[in-house]
């Protein structure tokens, strides 16, 4: 059985590449910090030569919410970069040849037109509200396409996915994104019997969530057919839905029969943000799982890890 080595196990993607069901077929090594100290290139290189994985996925970093990011915008760049140069040069210095780095589509341009493909990146100014995370990401994205052109044998590809929901996700509305931040909402509104729930502005911004799982299933397709995945390639959906939407179908699955109500006063971010998926299309993968029963399994995780 090869062997995989996963950094950030413990986080939402992490979890969810290790109980889908193709893990199975990958004898996974997956360290906690306090195993394995990714700031430390040493000890990142002493593991690898260790444990001589066949793959190394990255989807280990320091993450956090607008208002971090702007409080400590060296931090983010400086952290981010740290980790992912020790695992990606630890990782061709030790001589393993194939890896997969998740990057972010905090990487595109701030006015980059939707939808977004792989190469609008590097084409214009990046967000500032998470400028240093960005590029962070880039700076990886790039070190791996280097690594490639340097070296035949290598093959060291960077996933985009969409924005995430699903098991494993963080629900407190102030660390939560959006689909985790309604189902909690309307969940406290059905057990409080509230007859009503505030949606922030109009409702009619688009948003592309997709299932984690789903990024699961694309990055352990890229494990076992590595050499044709594309050096950079988008996971996502490929459309989108309104704000609205998420809202009615979270209270449909959740069954909460009370109103929406409007606040136009409070911030509703970017109207669209949308990935083109038609790289991934090309190389054979669709994200497998409908809006509805992503939501159904993210509420059950939900129920049962935070009680109803």
């Known amino acids: 059985m090869q062997r995989l080595f996963l950094t950030g196990g413990g986080g939402m993607v992490g979890q969810n590449i290790q109980a889908h069901a193709r ?3 990958w004898d996974i090594l997956a360290p906690t910090s306090a195993e394995l100290d990714l700031t430390d290139p ?14 190394v996925v990255h989807a280990a970093g320091r993450v956090g919410g ?7 915008q060296a931090g983010f760049l400086d952290s981010n970069n740290i980790i992912s140069r020790n695992v990606i040069m630890g990782t061709w210095s030790e ?12 990487m595109y341009p701030a006015a980059a037109s939707n939808p977004l493909s792989e190469d609008m990146i590097l084409t214009g100014p990046l967000e500032a509200t998470n400028e240093g995370y960005a590029l962070a990401k880039i700076m990886a994205m790039r070190l791996c396409e280097y690594i490639n052109r340097e070296d035949p044998k290598a093959c060291f590809k960077t996933l985009i996915p969409c924005n995430l929901f699903g098991p494993h996700d963080k629900f407190d509305p102030k660390y939560s994104h959006l689909l985790p931040a309604i189902i909690h909402k309307v ?8 007859p009503n729930v505030e949606i922030w ?3 009619k911004a688009r948003r592309e969530f997709m299932y984690a799982p789903d990024l699961a299933d694309a990055v352990l397709r890229a494990a076992t057919d590595i050499e044709t995945c594309p050096d950079l390639i988008n996971i996502g959906l490929g459309h989108d839905f309104t704000i609205n939407e998420y809202y009615s179908e979270v209270a449909d699955v959740i069954d909460w029969q009370g109103k929406f109500t409007y606040n136009l006063t409070r911030p509703v971010g970017m109207k669209q943000k949308l990935c083109d998926t038609r790289r991934a299309t090309e190389w054979g993968w669709i994200a497998p799982t409908s809006l509805r029963f992503g939501i159904e399994e993210t509420y059950k995780f939900y129920c049962e890890r935070y009680g109803k």
């Not at 969940?187 to 409080?192: C, G, P, R, S, T």
Request: charged content about 20%.
């Open 201 to 203: 502005g109009n409702g």
């Open 66 to 72: 607008i208002q971090a990011n702007m409080a400590d």
């Open 42 to 55: 040493k000890a990142v290189r002493s593991y690898i030569k260790q444990n001589k994985p066949d793959l």
């Open 187 to 194: 969940h406290q509104a059905k057990i409080e019997g509230a």
């Open 23 to 25: 893990a199975k077929n």
């Open 95 to 106: 001589g393993v040849r194939n890896l997969i780095n998740l990057g972010s589509t905090c």
